[in-house]
């Protein structure tokens, strides 16, 4: 137990790097098609850093950068009312939009269409602009807090967003009517970024205290503080799902930071021997109170393998695990002491099967 204890102590608080050659950096995206991070500053540049680490300059332009994302071989950058484009293969600039009535473009997020969400900090809107033709609208006219950081979660079919202020609150947008709710209101200040993790965390950067924070994706569980020292006014931060890797743009002291992630599901393998079958095993201890053991087979390591809680009304709770598995025999200790007691069902399942027990928690 004290290994284990250990062990995610490091990981959460283990800085891979940092490199200061920018200035007052804002947001982070990862290029995958030339294995690097840009960075946008607030002197208007957006830098580039090399898998070996090395720093310099991408593209250059008036007024400083914000959010930043990229998408179809285009980086998007937000300046001011204006959202620019520049192609990945050589900077040149290939797509300019300014929205009319927009002031403080920050938070960016682009959905596989290609359509563009953003926030506007100072008016406290968000808006959809389509990247193959310019044409914008206002999406969400009035979001009551100040709007910061975007992160679409398809499975879900909604837009998150976190806020400025104290007590900043984490909102949610359907985007089937375009309607709002608040998913949770936090004790810290100043929320700046947000992103998902391949397991469909939830991450967020605050200014105060400086923080790295992480939510399970329905907000039900108890807030973890991820990464507690070495930030600086962090910004918006961008999650590398390939690498478990968590960059953090410190705007306070001109510093990128990155910080490996790691295995955070609570999965864990048990043995690496190909076993029988497709199995899900009755969790143990049940009833339990508050903590249970799952385990499960996994046969075909070439499929998505999702294990999944549900209520007794078959609403999803969560989706604990959602990885690409090596064919093994593995565990999941679940822990839910933030739920009622009651009857709960969860399910495992991939591309070609699927396997569901009940499970009873009583408190």
Not at 267 to 282: A, C, D, R, T, W
Not at 308 to 319: F, K, T
Request: glycine share 6%.
């Amino acid at each position: 137990m004290k290994q284990t204890v250990l062990f995610f102590i490091l990981i959460f608080s283990f800085t891979l790097i940092s490199y200061s050659q920018y200035v007052s950096p804002e947001s982070v995206a990862y290029d995958s098609l030339y294995n690097r991070y840009l960075v946008t500053n607030s002197n208007g540049k957006i830098m580039q850093r090399s898998s070996n680490g090395t720093v310099t300059d991408f593209v250059s332009s008036s007024g400083g950068t914000h959010g930043i994302a990229v998408f179809n071989g285009v980086v998007y950058a937000c300046q001011g009312s204006t959202v620019r484009g520049f192609a990945l293969s050589n900077a040149v600039q290939v797509f300019t939009a300014t929205l009319s009535g927009a002031s403080f473009l920050n938070g960016i997020a682009i959905d596989n269409n290609g359509i563009i969400y953003l926030s506007d900090f100072t008016n406290k809107r968000i808006y959809k602009l389509n990247s193959s033709n310019g044409a914008y609208w206002q999406y969400v006219t009035n979001t009551v807090n100040t709007p910061n950081g975007l992160v679409l979660d398809p499975p879900r079919n909604r837009l998150i967003f976190c806020c400025w202020g104290s007590n900043a609150p984490v909102k949610a947008v359907n985007l089937s009517d375009s309607s709002m709710s608040t998913l949770i209101t936090t004790s810290y200040g100043n929320c700046d970024g947000i992103k998902l993790d391949k397991y469909y965390n939830v991450y967020i950067s605050t200014w105060s205290p400086a923080r790295i924070i992480r939510y399970d994706i329905n907000f039900s569980l108890p807030v973890t503080e991820v990464v507690t020292c070495g930030l600086s006014n962090p910004a918006d931060i961008f999650i590398n799902k390939w690498a478990d890797t968590l960059a953090v743009p410190n705007s306070g002291n001109s510093t990128v930071t990155f910080h490996f992630i790691g295995n955070i599901s609570g999965i864990e393998p048990v043995n690496h021997s190909l076993p029988g079958k497709f199995m899900l095993y009755q969790n143990y201890p049940n009833p339990f109170n508050p903590s249970t053991e799952i385990a499960f087979d996994i046969i075909d390591g070439n499929s998505i393998t999702i294990l999944s809680l549900y209520d007794i009304s078959g609403r999803l709770l969560n989706e604990l695990v959602r990885s690409q598995l090596n064919p093994g025999s593995y565990k999941y200790n679940l822990n839910a002491e933030d739920l009622p007691s009651g009857i709960y069902f969860y399910r495992l399942y991939n591309n070609k099967a699927s396997i569901s027990r009940k499970l009873t928690l009583i408190k």
